[in-house]
């Protein structure tokens, strides 16, 4: 049973950072691209952050480009996403995601359609 379980979210004022966990078990992390998204109410899911199965190349939204970065402890099974200069537009529910084997195609791995297991999601809310 693949389980994806998201943590670290929260209520922060504009300006501060949260760091993300998402703790996976059932598959062979090391395998899996994963990736972050988020929806915010009333808008459609979309594309956060994403870190390649092999080789830890990464790829961001140009919306937290600078500000967050996405890591991963293949021993812990775990991926991060650390949230930097956080302001009001990034409030939204994050989720994460895990997409089996390899694809270095950057397009394919913004696409939420491309992966295969989702986690619960957890609320980050940003006060101005």
């Known amino acids: 049973q693949v389980q994806l379980v998201e943590s670290g979210g929260g209520l922060v004022q504009a300006g501060g950072s949260l760091r993300l966990s998402c703790a996976a078990s059932?598959?062979?992390?090391?395998?899996?691209?994963m990736g972050w998204f988020r929806q915010a109410p009333g808008k459609e899911r979309e594309f956060v952050a994403t870190?390649?199965?092999?080789?830890?190349?990464?790829d961001y939204a140009d919306s937290v480009k600078g500000r967050f970065t996405i890591s991963r402890d293949n021993a812990k099974n775990t991926v991060y996403l650390q949230m930097n200069s956080l302001n009001p537009e990034d409030t939204a529910v994050y989720y994460c995601?895990?997409?089996?084997?390899?694809?270095?195609?950057?397009?394919?791995?913004?696409?939420?359609?491309?992966?295969?297991?989702w986690g619960q999601g957890t609320q980050v809310t940003v006060s101005s």
């Open positions: 995601a895990a997409r089996g084997g390899y694809s270095d195609d950057p397009t394919l791995l913004r696409n939420l359609h491309a992966y295969d297991y």
């Open positions: 059932g598959i062979t992390f090391s395998g899996y691209a």
């Open positions: 870190i390649r199965s092999v080789g830890g190349r990464t």
